[in-house]
Structure formats: structure tokens, C-alpha cells
């Protein structure tokens, strides 16, 4: 008679034991997901990233060929992207010149800023990046 008692002690201890282990199988399945989720986002932010430095430098690139080829030094430009890879990047550009006597020839140069974003601020697709150069049209 009383080993009855015993075998309803084991049954509740049986199922205690089993939904511990189901709790912690949906703590581990939970945490996998968000590494995977984090992973992710990491890996997009990364590409974004790149993408934002590449447009900037398409900004300092068009800087560079306005000033040294066609003599113009506007002091803020935006262009709005739309090669692939950088469509919906948005490219501000300022310049300023400067005139330099040297050996009794006048050269210029140009301080050039590019400004590459996409998204609104705050949003998780944000991305901005920025570059400065100076060029000069000296002789080398």
C-alpha cells in the first residue's frame, strides 16, 4: 500500500522536471533567434555603411571634376543618387576656393566636402558618411 503514494510523488515530479526542460528549450530557441536577428542587422548595417562611403566619394569625385575641369566651385551641391548599389543616397557637396601665388602664377584650390545619407534620423535604415579632400590644380 505504499508504494501507491510513492508512484503520484514520482508522476509530479516527472512533469516538474519536464516542463523545466521544455522552459529552457524556448530560452534557447529564443536566444538563437535574436543572435540570428542581431547577425543580420549587423551584416546590413555593414553593407549600408560601405555603400554611404562609396556614395561620399562619388560626391568628392564630381567635387574634383567640377573644380579642376570646369572651373567651377559652387559652394553646396546635392545630388541624388540613382546608380545601382547607391540609389536613394543623398550627396551634398561643398567647396571652397582659395587663389595661390607661386612663382608668379596663380593657382586654385579647392577644399571639397561630401556628405552621403540615407534614411530619416532615428530610423534603422539611417546611414551617414562624409569625406574631405583638397585638390589643386598646380602643376605636379
Avoid: W
Wanted: hydrophobic share 45%.
Amino acid at each position: 500500500m505504499k508504494r501507491a503514494p510513492a508512484r503520484r510523488a514520482a508522476r509530479g515530479f516527472s512533469l516538474l522536471v519536464t516542463l523545466f526542460v521544455i522552459l529552457v528549450l524556448a530560452a534557447l530557441a529564443t536566444f538563437a533567434v535574436r543572435i540570428g536577428a542581431t547577425q543580420a542587422q549587423s551584416v546590413d548595417f555593414g553593407l549600408l555603411n560601405a555603400r554611404a562611403r562609396a556614395a561620399a566619394a562619388s560626391g568628392i569625385e564630381y567635387g574634383t571634376n567640377r573644380a579642376l575641369h570646369a572651373a567651377s566651385c559652387a559652394p553646396s551641391t546635392t545630388l541624388n543618387l540613382t546608380a545601382v548599389g547607391l540609389k536613394g543616397f543623398s550627396v551634398t557637396v561643398t567647396c571652397t576656393a582659395s587663389t595661390h601665388m607661386v612663382s608668379g602664377t596663380n593657382y586654385q584650390a579647392y577644399l571639397l566636402t561630401a556628405a552621403a545619407q540615407r534614411g530619416t534620423y532615428g530610423s534603422p535604415d539611417f546611414v551617414q558618411a562624409s569625406e574631405t579632400r583638397s585638390v589643386n590644380n598646380a602643376p605636379p
